[in-house]
């Protein structure tokens, strides 16, 4: 039921990219399927390789589902990017009730060096990849973002050495801040009825998060994006639904709330940082109209 319920509310939130579309014609088979990227099961990922001169641009969807839940084949009609010449990945990750964070960050950061390392055989652009992703999958992805590279040119394993940097990320309906302390204030009590924030730590409830809240108070932190935003930080725009309401009416409105995104183009406008956030008859963009069109743009166009 659970699973469910972030179909519906995905699927609510991201009719502005084709790539969420639930209505759309079902995907061609991958070049790469199921392709392992690190030593965990759910270290997987489905590769769609584009045509066109030279190595290709990549998008690479993240899945939503709060972290708890969701998959790699959540992704829908990629023919539009394909079309443009611009190669695809899905990936999935550990979920929070195998392993909580860092655990379903840091894997999708090996899936981003993963594929680098795979340039060359892959025909990849390594200077052109784009990141888009739903709720937890836009979590992650502005995190991925925002975040200092996590390169190691040290490291024994060759994967490890190559960066985690990307050239833009498109979100829908993404948590830009996971810390209850933050979010409370933000959006009202309900959002931390939303089994996301206690899960992503290890927690067994809200309650118990709060009793030990100094215990998680530091991957509260980490793993919210709007504590790495930065003035050198990448292109990012964000979708949302416009259930404006606050307090939050529920768990599943406050997890996904356009408050996120405003705090976030707010926090960007005052950097200076590229930031773009669409929410139907409340905010708009000056350039881009839908996520595609933005990420066509910062794919395609290395002038963007």
Same mark, same amino acid.
């Given at each position: ?43 997987? $990922? ?53 392993? @909580? ?135 990012? $725009? ?9 307090? &939050? ?8 709330? @356009? ?25 708009? &963009? ?17 002038? &963007?």
């Amino acid at each position: 039921m659970l699973r469910l319920l972030f179909s519906l509310l995905l699927t609510i939130s991201f009719t502005s990219s084709a790539i969420f579309a639930a209505d759309k014609p079902k995907n061609p088979p991958p070049t790469q399927a199921d392709v392992s990227y690190g030593p965990a099961k759910m270290n997987k $990922l489905d590769f769609w390789q584009a045509k066109g001169d030279g190595p290709r641009p990549l998008l690479v969807y993240i899945h939503g589902g709060g972290w708890i839940g969701g998959d790699k084949d959540r992704i829908r009609n990629i023919q539009p990017f394909l079309e443009k010449g611009i190669s695809i990945a899905s990936i999935n990750y550990r979920l929070t009730g195998e392993a @909580p964070l860092p655990a379903p960050v840091h894997d999708a950061a090996r899936a981003i060096q993963f594929i680098r390392s795979k340039a060359g055989e892959w025909n990849i652009d390594k200077e052109r990849i784009a990141l888009t992703g739903g709720s937890a999958g836009a979590c992650t992805s502005m995190w991925l973002l925002l975040h200092d590279d996590l390169a190691d040119p040290k490291a024994k394993d060759p994967v490890l050495r190559e960066s985690t940097r990307v050239t833009a990320a498109a979100v829908a309906a993404g948590q830009t801040s996971i810390d209850p302390k933050v979010i409370e204030p933000w959006l009202g009590p309900n959002v931390l009825k939303h089994a996301m924030i206690y899960k992503s730590v290890g927690g067994k409830s809200m309650q118990d998060v709060m009793d030990n809240y100094k215990q998680h108070e530091a991957l509260y932190k980490e793993f919210s994006p709007y504590n790495h935003l930065t003035t050198d930080d990448p292109p990012l $725009l964000m979708t949302y639904n416009n259930n404006m309401k606050l307090p &939050s009416e529920n768990a599943g409105h406050g997890i996904h709330h @356009p408050v996120y995104g405003v705090k976030m183009k707010e926090k960007a406008d005052k950097a200076g940082t590229e930031c773009h956030l669409l929410i139907p008859g409340v905010s708009k &963009s000056k350039k881009y109209a839908t996520s595609d069109e933005f990420l066509m743009d910062k794919l395609l166009n290395k002038d &963007s």
